[in-house]
């Protein structure tokens, strides 16, 4: 039976994320924990509660059957006494669930389900690297301390996974895990209502009363400081001097959005800039963008240009973390440095003025992204290293490609 253990029983994995906010992680855990559950696992997905500005996938979450259970101190900011009272409580439902496999997501739920787990006795503990803080969030010395922390963490892990090649071998050189513990685990998206995203061609344009004609670019991410949305408005600034005639999109909200919306404001882009907040229905968005756009300091593997990319967009993006396992320069999209407007602007000048080059780069984005990042694909990989790291009285005998693990 699939996802069985010893003697016919389901294995069980226990899922901790730090909070269940708009964003990859939270679809990467959802999606594994309804998908698993298909497979024969008994799954229980472990939330904190996000922040105000945040927005939420609990909607999702119910769509796909997933009741998580919310544990308020596994939420982002860092409280000592809170924190305590969180581990306390973690241990006590690991004991209680007596999971084989206790999986983490995020940083803050990585770090207390990983020494809940420990202390519970959990055979396999593993955690997944989205992204990291380990650079471009903290002072020098916070992220000295972090990263010691991410080292002891990693030495109680039975494996830590990332979810590109760059951020294994960014994990590998900070010293975080050893090369036989540390491994990539792409994401894998429901993507294909963004395969078929040009029938609702238009939705988007007669809302804003965009012209058809008119390029449209645009940006989805929360609006907080790693995504750089400032570089982004200096870059449409200078691409509205020559191009007045493009808009723009900035789809998604967080703590920044006042305060870029002044921006906006500063450089003359209100008649040109729309900002969208959070929108459930993504396929419309991009089915009406000539171009999408990601302005990141630090990233893992970017949901939203695997997205735009099974969407047959071109991409411009910044030349960080995980982006350029994704997005191969000059071929599937550009890439630039990070910080850097001019050359943000330049970029999304050149694919604006080549219609022919953006239909190819989107074909070849299409071909890249899909089925490597479907969630089927990651179900498979992730049915096949959980029967790997299981000790033998739990190993799953069989897959249903008949394959033996032992």
């Given at each position: 039976m699939i996802g069985s253990s010893?003697?016919?029983?389901?294995?069980r994995v226990c899922r901790i994320i730090g909070r269940l906010n708009i964003g990859?992680?939270?679809?990467?855990?959802?999606?594994?924990?309804?998908?698993?559950?298909?497979?024969?696992?008994?799954?229980?997905?472990v939330a904190g509660r996000e922040g105000p500005r945040e927005g939420n996938l609990h909607d999702l979450a119910a769509e796909?059957?997933?009741?998580?259970?919310?544990?308020?101190?596994?939420?982002?900011?860092?409280?000592?006494?809170?924190?305590?009272?969180?581990?306390?409580?973690?241990?006590r439902l690991?004991?209680?669930?007596r999971p084989h496999i206790v999986h983490t997501h995020t940083a803050k739920a990585g770090a207390l389900g990983r020494i809940a787990a420990k202390l519970a006795g959990t055979p396999v503990i593993v955690h997944t690297f989205h992204g990291h803080v380990l650079h471009g969030y903290f002072s020098r010395g916070t992220t000295r301390l972090f990263l010691n922390v991410e080292?002891?963490?990693?030495?109680?892990?039975?494996?830590?996974?990332?979810?590109?090649?760059?951020?294994?071998?960014?994990?590998?050189?900070?010293?975080?895990?050893?090369?036989?513990?540390v491994g990539v685990m792409p994401l894998g998206l429901e993507l294909d209502g963004f395969l078929r995203s040009d029938l609702r061609r238009g939705e988007i344009r007669r809302r804003l009363g965009v012209a058809p004609e008119a390029p449209l670019v645009g940006i989805i991410a929360r609006l907080v400081p790693i995504k750089d949305h400032t570089t982004f408005l200096?870059?449409?600034?200078?691409?509205?001097?020559?191009?007045?005639?493009?808009?723009?999109?900035?789809?998604?909200d967080g703590e920044l959005r006042p305060r870029l919306e002044q921006q906006a404001?500063?450089?003359?882009?209100?008649?040109?800039?729309?900002?969208?907040?959070?929108?459930?229905?993504?396929?419309?968005?991009?089915?009406?963008?000539?171009?999408?756009?990601?302005?990141?300091?630090?990233?893992?593997?970017?949901?939203?240009?695997?997205?735009?990319?099974?969407?047959?967009l071109p991409v411009v993006a910044t030349h960080v973390g995980g982006i350029p396992d994704l997005v191969t320069d000059g071929k599937t999209g550009l890439l630039v440095p990070p910080k850097d407007p001019i050359a943000m602007?330049?970029?999304?000048?050149?694919?604006?003025?080549?219609?022919?080059?953006?239909?190819?780069?989107?074909?070849?984005?299409?071909?890249?992204?899909?089925?490597?990042?479907?969630?089927?694909?990651?179900?498979d990989r992730m049915h096949r290293l959980y029967t790997s790291l299981l000790p033998s009285s739990f190993a799953v005998r069989r897959s249903t490609h008949g394959e033996v693990y032992r």
């Amino acid at each position: 039976m699939i996802g069985s253990s010893g003697m016919g029983n389901p294995t069980r994995v226990c899922r901790i994320i730090g909070r269940l906010n708009i964003g990859g992680p939270a679809i990467h855990a959802i999606l594994l924990t309804q998908g698993l559950r298909a497979r024969g696992y008994e799954t229980v997905l472990v939330a904190g509660r996000e922040g105000p500005r945040e927005g939420n996938l609990h909607d999702l979450a119910a769509e796909k059957g997933v009741e998580p259970l919310i544990l308020p101190g596994l939420g982002r900011e860092l409280r000592p006494h809170r924190d305590c009272a969180a581990l306390v409580k973690l241990v006590r439902l690991l004991r209680q669930l007596r999971p084989h496999i206790v999986h983490t997501h995020t940083a803050k739920a990585g770090a207390l389900g990983r020494i809940a787990a420990k202390l519970a006795g959990t055979p396999v503990i593993v955690h997944t690297f989205h992204g990291h803080v380990l650079h471009g969030y903290f002072s020098r010395g916070t992220t000295r301390l972090f990263l010691n922390v991410e080292r002891c963490l990693a030495a109680i892990s039975t494996k830590v996974l990332t979810v590109s090649d760059g951020q294994c071998r960014d994990l590998l050189r900070l010293r975080i895990g050893r090369p036989e513990t540390v491994g990539v685990m792409p994401l894998g998206l429901e993507l294909d209502g963004f395969l078929r995203s040009d029938l609702r061609r238009g939705e988007i344009r007669r809302r804003l009363g965009v012209a058809p004609e008119a390029p449209l670019v645009g940006i989805i991410a929360r609006l907080v400081p790693i995504k750089d949305h400032t570089t982004f408005l200096e870059a449409a600034s200078d691409l509205h001097t020559s191009r007045p005639d493009v808009r723009f999109l900035i789809v998604g909200d967080g703590e920044l959005r006042p305060r870029l919306e002044q921006q906006a404001h500063a450089l003359g882009l209100d008649e040109c800039t729309h900002f969208l907040g959070w929108q459930r229905e993504l396929e419309p968005i991009y089915a009406d963008l000539d171009l999408a756009v990601l302005s990141s300091l630090n990233e893992g593997t970017p949901l939203s240009l695997i997205e735009a990319m099974a969407a047959g967009l071109p991409v411009v993006a910044t030349h960080v973390g995980g982006i350029p396992d994704l997005v191969t320069d000059g071929k599937t999209g550009l890439l630039v440095p990070p910080k850097d407007p001019i050359a943000m602007s330049r970029a999304m000048d050149t694919l604006l003025g080549d219609a022919d080059r953006r239909r190819q780069m989107g074909q070849l984005g299409r071909e890249a992204v899909y089925p490597f990042y479907s969630d089927a694909a990651l179900m498979d990989r992730m049915h096949r290293l959980y029967t790997s790291l299981l000790p033998s009285s739990f190993a799953v005998r069989r897959s249903t490609h008949g394959e033996v693990y032992r």
